[in-house]
């Protein structure tokens, strides 16, 4: 069965600092994507990465993925109030026809000016 | 181009009832997915339907069941409800199976008197 761990699950933060949000994941996967949820809303897609090594970037919030580690990576660069949300790490998993995501239970982030 | 829709938004029901959600795919999207996200369990996977066949189910009771319909619409059921059934149900749809992230819809909010 597949676990995905999300850490920190609650992160507060000063406006202008830096942070990394951790996905760790317990067998090999096709893909993994991350989700940023606002409170009374739905998931908003960040982020898909597709291979290790892979590096995607945003505004002020960069993924990485390392496939032989099972680790990825959301680093969150000189915070701001508006990234205030709950963020998601979701692995695929595929085959056989079927098709699957794990979600972390997500991490909390506040960020306070 | 329209988001995925869900019906209805908020949804009060009492133990023993049944209830279905439907959910409206991205046009052109094939895959739909069902999730549950509650506080204690984060988001948990239901099944993923591809063409109107049920192709990947999680670790729910029978009691959850669903489909899909020739134009990809997708419904949900569930069948004597129980408090514990109170929660998010997210959809999700994708442009294949096991492709791109998924997008999700709003949600149902079902809440079980």
């Known amino acids: 069965e597949l676990k995905v761990e999300q850490n920190p699950l609650f992160l507060s933060m000063q406006e202008g600092k830096n942070y990394t949000i951790y996905c760790n994941y317990s067998?090999?996967?096709?893909?993994l994507y991350w989700y940023r949820q606002d409170p009374g809303k739905s998931l908003e897609s960040l982020f898909v990465?597709?291979?290790?090594?892979a590096v995607k970037q945003e505004g002020r919030l960069m993924a990485s993925l390392d496939t032989k580690a099972r680790l990825s990576t959301l680093h969150i660069t000189a915070a701001v109030h508006d990234l205030s949300a709950t963020y998601f790490c979701a692995v695929c998993h595929s085959g056989a026809g079927s098709y699957q995501l794990t979600f972390g239970k997500g991490t909390k982030l506040s960020v306070i000016p | 181009k329209a988001g995925v829709t869900q019906t209805p938004r908020y949804l009060i029901k009492t133990r023993g009832q049944q209830v279905t959600l439907s959910c409206s795919p991205i046009s052109g999207h094939r895959s739909v997915s069902w999730y549950q996200q509650t506080p204690g369990q984060g988001l948990q996977f239901l099944f993923e339907y591809f063409s109107e066949t049920q192709r990947n189910k999680g670790n729910f009771p029978g009691r959850f069941s669903g489909r899909q319909f020739s134009n990809s619409r997708s419904e949900m059921n569930v069948s004597t409800l129980e408090l514990g059934d109170s929660a998010l149900y997210l959809c999700a749809s994708s442009l294949e199976q096991g492709g791109q992230p998924q997008h999700f819809g709003d949600g149902t909010r079902l809440s079980i008197l």
């Open positions: 990465l597709l291979s290790n090594g």
């Open positions: 067998t090999t996967s096709d893909r």
